[in-house]
């Protein structure tokens, strides 16, 4: 399978925990965004991610949001101290570099904060 | 900046009947248009693009859009709805010089038997 590939498809934490999202890009991208969507609204972006670089990350929360896109291995959204309000879908996306090229996105990670 | 209005957050249509879904742009510069198509419980999925090519631009399953650069406009067509249309469709624009995608709220299809 040549897509986007988010894990784990579900996550389950207590409040005050950590959640750890991972998105693997289509093979040949190297531009990763992130977005969120609570239940029956539209996608709320978050971060846009290049290979070691933030590149806009002015949909992110101020605190305990983080997200990383390494040389090497998945991109990860971490939350920390997770919150009720936490929960939602998360869905990753990649694109090639060119403006012309559409974002391809994975099926997304439902967290729910218990 | 670019930004994107859809300005029907809900259509209903009966099974068989043209379905219109509208999209409005403002844009700095030339930009590239995108639909795209969200089930339930699913990621988004490419119906189609727009990428000063052809103005009309035809997509997966049978749907259409015709970019009209007077009107700013990028409305999505289908001439018979069918009931696995039924989802979310959202309008993306984005700029040509790398900018971020931005997406529109979204519409909601229903397609009645």
């Known amino acids: 399978n040549a897509g986007v590939m988010q894990n784990p498809r579900h996550l389950v934490r207590r409040r005050g925990q950590e959640a750890r999202l991972r998105c693997s890009p289509m093979?040949?991208?190297?531009?990763v965004y992130w977005y969120r969507q609570l239940p029956e609204e539209g996608l709320k972006f978050m971060v846009y991610l290049q290979k070691e670089n933030i590149i806009d990350e002015s949909g992110m929360p101020k605190e305990r949001f983080s997200a990383e896109f390494p040389k090497e291995g998945p991109s990860i959204l971490r939350i920390q101290q997770v919150v009720r309000g936490d929960s939602a879908a998360y869905f990753c996306?990649?694109?090639?570099?060119?403006?012309?090229?559409?974002?391809?996105f994975g099926d997304g990670t439902r967290l729910s904060i218990l | 900046a670019q930004s994107v209005t859809q300005l029907d957050s809900h259509v209903s249509v009966s099974e068989g009947t043209p379905v219109l879904l509208r999209c409005n742009y403002s844009?700095?510069?030339?930009?590239?248009l995108f639909w795209y198509v969200q089930h339930p419980n699913k990621g988004l999925q490419l119906l189609l693009k727009?990428?000063?090519?052809?103005?009309l631009v035809k997509g997966i399953n049978g749907f259409e859009a015709e970019f009209k650069k007077s009107e700013t406009s990028f409305h999505l067509t289908k001439p018979s709805a069918h009931m696995s249309d039924a989802a979310e469709y959202f309008c993306?624009?984005?700029?040509?010089?790398?900018?971020?995608?931005?997406f529109g709220p979204g519409t909601r299809l229903s397609v009645l038997p």
């Open positions: 844009s700095s510069y030339s930009p590239s």
């Open positions: 996306a990649s694109s090639l570099g060119q403006s012309n090229q559409p974002q391809h």
């Open positions: 093979k040949g991208h190297s531009h």
């Open positions: 993306v624009v984005r700029g040509n010089y790398g900018q971020n995608f931005v």
């Open positions: 727009y990428t000063s090519a052809a103005t």
